[in-house]
């Protein structure tokens, strides 16, 4: 595996813990939430956002011949921005 790909495997695994917690929070009753609980939802839904932009910017970089390690994590609203 080379760092390119090794790089996107950590993105997937995060995001694949971040969407178990995330899943694990709206099984229980949406109303049910603590406020805590519903802070936590917000931050896993920008964390994913940020993961799945980073992924996409790694993934155009490398498919543009470029490196796909001088892609970086953008803030959250910015990820946000560019997931619509």
Request: aromatic share 4%; glycine share 4%.
């Amino acid at each position: 595996m080379n760092d390119a790909t090794g790089g996107e495997s950590e993105i997937l695994r995060q995001i694949d813990a971040l969407v178990t917690e995330e899943r694990d929070l709206r099984e229980q009753n949406e109303h049910r939430l603590t406020p805590q609980e519903r802070s936590r939802m917000r931050e896993l839904e920008a964390s994913l956002d940020q993961c799945w932009d980073l992924l996409r910017r790694r993934r155009a970089l490398r498919e543009f011949g470029q490196d796909p390690d001088a892609a970086h994590p953008r803030l959250a609203d910015e990820a946000r921005r560019f997931r619509k």
